[in-house]
């Protein structure tokens, strides 16, 4: 079956501009979550949506949101983007306790802000 | 807060030697999973363990929940360039939905 898809592979921005990320989960999977790897922070946690409901969120400003539709695809978009947010954006989709059994993470989005 | 320290940090080894991995927290997980991520892409699920004291072998890699549920290890033996890679431990825990990723180890494994 389909693995996690993310669109698009790479994105180049620049500051102040928004971007918005897609997901597509393994067919079934009814949660998704995002996160954003730096060298220097690690796996960051972004948001965990389970059916089109955010039931979990991170330490991030406002300027980060994420939506789940109800074909338990999502986005994540961030607006007015700084350099800081230059990072691997990775998603990653369970069946639903994923912190219990673990995940399966998509390929992940390479945004560059400059 | 919780957190998962792992250790080594860096690891750079020849191949055929042994290694051992660490994560270590002061907190009691209901699970800790274990992943390997290469560069560009990422991580790869390799295991799940949820007993304390719980042992399960993959091929060439073993991998150990504590007894007490805080911490766990990785040990590969006989190493290979194809284990090369950024191994990250994870863990949850029953009745919430958080879930934390250890710091990472980026281990090279040169031929």
């Known amino acids: 079956k389909a693995g996690v898809t993310q669109t698009p592979r790479y994105l180049i921005k620049t500051r102040g501009q928004q971007v918005t990320l897609s997901c597509s989960p393994i067919?079934?999977?009814?949660?998704v979550s995002w996160y954003q790897q730096t060298p220097g922070q690690g796996l960051q946690f972004l948001f965990e949506?389970?059916?089109?409901?955010?039931?979990n969120k991170g330490n991030f400003p406002g300027r980060f949101s994420g939506r789940q539709f109800s074909n338990s695809r999502s986005e994540m978009n961030v607006s007015t983007l700084e350099l800081g947010d230059s990072a691997l954006y990775l998603c990653?989709?369970?069946?639903?306790?994923?912190?219990?059994?673990?995940?399966?993470f998509g390929s992940g989005t390479r945004l560059t802000v400059v | 807060t919780q957190l998962l320290e792992q250790s080594p940090q860096f690891l750079s080894i020849q191949e055929g030697e042994n290694l051992t991995v660490y994560c270590n927290s002061s907190?009691?997980?209901?699970?800790l999973q274990w992943y390997r991520q290469e560069p560009g892409e990422g991580p790869v699920l390799l295991v799940t363990?949820?007993?304390?004291?719980e042992v399960k072998k993959l091929k060439r890699l073993t991998f150990q929940f504590g007894d007490a549920r805080k911490d766990s290890s990785l040990h590969i033996t006989a190493a290979q360039p194809g284990d090369t890679g950024l191994y990250l431990c994870?863990?949850?825990?029953?009745?919430?939905?958080?879930?934390?990723f250890g710091t990472g180890t980026r281990l090279k494994v040169l031929a």
């Open positions: 990653a989709s369970s069946l639903d306790r994923g912190q219990l059994y673990g995940y399966t």
């Open positions: 067919s079934g999977h009814r949660s």
């Open positions: 949506y389970f059916s089109e409901t955010q039931r």
């Open positions: 907190s009691v997980f209901s699970s």
């Open positions: 363990v949820v007993t304390g004291g």
């Open positions: 994870a863990g949850g825990t029953s009745g919430t939905y958080k879930y934390i």
